[in-house]
């Protein structure tokens, strides 16, 4: 049972350039949810997808956009980077329909800005 | 008030010790909670689900106090490999998709 994958692991870039990252959701679930979390901070929400559609969105600027793909595999980019987006992007995969909620995470892709 | 809120500790506690730490959340309609364990600069991993009163899983125990709106995590007999940052999550009662988090507690087991 392959769990939740994120690529790349680690990225450098430097202010004002475009990164993408992907994440495939652990097999059997068709929810993906992306957090940036910063060292020594909890995971921050950044949105949601289910159903290819964003269904929920935390307090992140619009540079920070996202897709799901029919498969339920997902990206986010994000533009015009600053030094702050330097953080670690987790994403976690879960399965909506029934009682249970458990997220899943990645092992998360560690950005550094310069 | 946040709406998850953690000690953020560290504690730090010798082996074979007894560790609580307690979750508190504004949301008195949320319904689901749970306690990941995050090691340094890796992802957070789920520890438990709380759906209804409590749960327990070896020297793992939470515990779900509605009243008071917390929830906590019990740790007995402490191993050097329980330290880890453990955050709190709460299934938020208007959006069934999406999970509020607290800040975490820091847990140091020494030998």
């Known amino acids: 049972d392959a769990g939740v994958t994120q690529s790349p692991t680690h990225l450098i870039k430097t202010r004002g350039q475009q990164v993408t990252l992907r994440c495939s959701p652990k097999?059997?679930?068709?929810?993906v949810s992306w957090y940036q979390q910063a060292l020594g901070q909890g995971p921050q929400f950044i949105f949601q997808y289910y159903e290819e559609e964003e269904r929920q969105r935390g307090n992140f600027p619009d540079r920070f956009s996202g897709h799901q793909f029919p498969n339920y595999s997902s990206e986010l980019n994000v533009n015009a980077l600053l030094l702050g987006d330097s953080a670690l992007y987790l994403c976690a995969s879960s399965l909506t329909s029934g009682n249970r909620y458990e997220q899943y995470f990645g092992p998360g892709t560690r950005l550094t800005v310069t | 008030r946040k709406e998850v809120e953690q000690d953020p500790g560290p504690f730090n506690v010798p082996e074979g010790a007894t560790v609580a730490f307690n979750c508190t959340y504004s949301n008195s309609a949320s319904q689901s909670f749970f306690w990941y364990r995050q090691d340094c600069r890796k992802e957070p991993k789920l520890l438990m689900s709380v759906y209804s009163s409590g749960n327990e899983d070896g020297r793992f125990t939470a515990q779900l106090n509605r009243a008071s709106q917390y929830i906590s995590l019990l740790i007995r007999d402490s191993k050097l490999s329980d330290s880890a940052t453990y955050l709190c999550a709460v299934r938020d009662a208007g959006n069934n998709r999406k999970l509020i988090w607290g800040l975490g507690t820091s847990l140091a087991v020494n030998p």
């Open positions: 097999s059997g679930h068709d929810t």
